[in-house]
Nanobody, 115 residues
C-alpha cells in the first residue's frame, strides 16, 4: 500500500508565499513521478507541477516562474514552494505519485489566497 500525506496548506495573502509538503510511505519504487495537482470549486483537477525521480520538472503555464517543485528521493518527499501567490491559486492541492502505471493521491490540502 502507498500513502501520501500533505501538509502546509492554509490562508495566505496575495503576493505572499506558502510551502506545501508531501510524504509518501509504503512500497515506493525508486523510479516514479511525484507532483501536485489542484482543484478549484467548479473546475476540473489540473496539474500544477511534477518532478521525476531523475529531477526533470514540468509546470503549468500559470505557475511558471512563481512555483518551484523539489523532492528528496531518499525520504520520498515532494515540496511545492509557492511564491507571489494570486487569488486564482485558491484551490485544494493534491499530492500525486505515479509509478508502475498506477496513480496515488493524497487527501488534499486547502490553499486560500486572500486579497
Amino acid at each position: 500500500q502507498v500513502q501520501l500525506v500533505e501538509s502546509g496548506g492554509g490562508l495566505v495573502q496575495a503576493g505572499g508565499s506558502l510551502r506545501l509538503s508531501c510524504a509518501a510511505s509504503g512500497s515506493i519504487f525508486s523510479i516514479n513521478t511525484m507532483g501536485w495537482y489542484r482543484q478549484a470549486p467548479g473546475k476540473q483537477r489540473e496539474l500544477v507541477a511534477a518532478i521525476t525521480s531523475g529531477g526533470s520538472t514540468d509546470y503549468a503555464d500559470s505557475v511558471k516562474g512563481r512555483f518551484t517543485i523539489s523532492r528528496d528521493n531518499a525520504k520520498n518527499t515532494v515540496n511545492l514552494q509557492m511564491n507571489s501567490v494570486k487569488f486564482e491559486d485558491t484551490a485544494v492541492y493534491y499530492c500525486n505519485l505515479y509509478m508502475w502505471s498506477l496513480t496515488y493521491w493524497g487527501q488534499g490540502t486547502q490553499v486560500t489566497v486572500s486579497s
